[in-house]
């Protein structure tokens, strides 16, 4: 099909060898190792072979067929086994969330008892901050970028004031270079060494929710590291979307949420990660009773001291939520089916498909905001048109049955998924874009939300 001849698997696809043809977009799909995982999930309707052209699973990811059956088994346990079922449900509620944390760690690249599902992304920031910012004498900053997601931005600040800190001077901000607007690794690398003994802990993006850039989160939690501070990462955009080893890595803590490529589901349950050295340490916390020993746990009024279980799992608060942790596993048996090397290869390749179909279809119309080295990156691309409004874009694509979002003041996100996209999903956006950079006007506003 190219000039060296057929591409037969996807390790072999690259930029030279990509044609804009629907049968080449056809030919990617044949040969996409992960191929049959897309019809695991619920697709929008719409009027592609019956679906919409779903590109918005930064955002909010596709629901597992499985997960109605997953939430359906707790709900008839519930039902025939009321309080008994903590201990003799299909899946005892006791322990529930252990079963999410063997796949969870391998999404993470951690140990299984570095990781936990537990509460919301904004409140595990919190938790983890509390722990791992611990200021001392001249050592009382904390690292992060802006922009932020504004949750994290708000968490940082109203934390830090609440402790008695100061949410300007012992802040700083890491902004992308005048004229540019990705966050360069060597500047949050500069920015920490800068700051030197003053400097008590980072906390930075692992993949930039607006331009979808990639951190270097090894380089990052190394140069933290020499300066004596912990580094902590909110993974939100990052959780089953970029090869991540953060056990290796020595990251300190780490925290995620599940709703995005994750796909388990509105407010999903969030997820954090604890580095096994700091498993048994007696790191200051806020404490709740699933944090404690389990063995000493239901001897409640007799035994009032806490006593942290080791690893991630002591910084529970509350017993476990079936009914968020349901969707979790039904969503973490498609990782383990695919295999987050196996994603990621595809993900290479998908993304970089759309991005040179945009380019060698639209030129100059759209301008790609998202770096296009693909360790640079994961599924999402940012995109500006600078001949027409991003907003009335993004509705023309969604009267067309594509679903891509929209961020102020001009940006429009679109991911490539691995799991739940095709090839030829990615063809046929290219190709209805076209018309909707034409009719693109005066439309009014929509937001996008995550
Ligand atoms: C980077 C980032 N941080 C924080 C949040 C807030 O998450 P939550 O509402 O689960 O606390 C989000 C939500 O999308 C996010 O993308």
Redesign the pocket.
């Known amino acids: 099909m190219s000039e060296g001849g057929p591409i037969d698997t996807l390790e072999a696809a690259h930029v030279g060898a990509f044609e804009t043809s629907e049968a080449f977009a056809r030919h990617l799909d044949a040969i996409d190792p992960v191929r049959g995982i897309a019809a695991e999930f619920l697709h929008p309707e719409g009027p592609f072979d019956g679906r919409a052209l779903y590109f918005c699973g930064h ?1 909010l990811g596709l629901q597992p067929r499985r997960t109605r059956e997953y939430l359906g088994e707790e709900l008839d346990d519930w039902a025939s086994l009321a309080v008994q079922g903590h201990l003799a449900a299909r899946r005892p509620w006791y322990d529930y969330h252990l079963r999410a944390r063997e796949a969870l760690a391998r999404v993470v690249g951690a140990k299984p008892d570095e990781v936990v599902a537990m509460n ?6 919190h938790l983890l901050m509390l722990s791992f910012h611990r200021p001392e004498g001249r050592r009382r900053k904390l690292l992060m970028e802006k922009p ?5 931005t708000y ?1 940082v600040k109203t934390h830090l004031r609440a402790r008695g800190f100061d949410p300007v001077g012992d802040l700083v901000e890491v902004s992308p270079r005048d004229g540019e607007e990705i966050l360069r690794t060597e500047d949050v690398v500069a920015a920490i060494e800068r700051e030197g003994d003053s400097l008590c802990s980072v906390m930075l ?1 692992g993949v930039d ?1 607006l331009t979808g850039t990639r951190l270097d989160i090894a380089a990052v939690v190394a140069a933290a590291h020499r300066v004596g501070a912990t580094a902590g990462f ?1 993974l ?2 990052a959780a089953g979307n970029v090869p991540l080893r953060l056990h290796e890595w020595n990251a300190d803590w780490a925290a995620w ?1 599940h ?2 490529y994750m796909n388990s589901g509105p ?2 349950i ?1 997820g954090a990660f604890v580095h096994e050295r700091h498993a048994t340490s007696n790191l200051p916390r806020f404490a709740g009773w699933w944090g404690n020993e389990p063995a000493t746990r239901f001897k409640m009024q007799l035994i009032p001291e806490f006593h942290p279980v080791a690893g991630a799992d002591g910084w529970q608060l509350s017993n476990p939520p079936i009914m968020a942790l349901a969707p979790l596993l039904a969503s973490l048996e498609l990782f383990d089916r695919a295999g987050m090397d196996r994603l990621r290869t595809k993900s290479r390749v998908l993304t970089g498909y759309l991005e040179w179909l945009l380019r060698e279809r639209h030129g100059d119309e759209v301008k790609v905001v998202t770096p296009s080295d693909p360790e640079r990156r994961g599924a999402q691309l940012s995109l500006r048109f600078p001949k027409v409004d991003a907003r009335a874009v993004v509705l023309t694509l969604r009267t067309a049955g594509a679903v891509v979002d929209f961020r102020e003041p001009d940006l429009i996100r679109v991911a490539p998924t691995p799991l739940t996209n095709s090839f030829l999903d990615c063809w046929r956006l290219a190709d209805i874009i076209g018309p909707a950079l034409k009719g693109a006007h005066g439309v009014e506003v929509v937001g996008g ?2």
């Open positions: 955002s919301g992304l904004t409140t595990n920031l932020a997601f504004p949750s994290d968490a993006a929710f909110d939100a955009h949420c709703y995005k407010g999903a969030g939300f995550h």
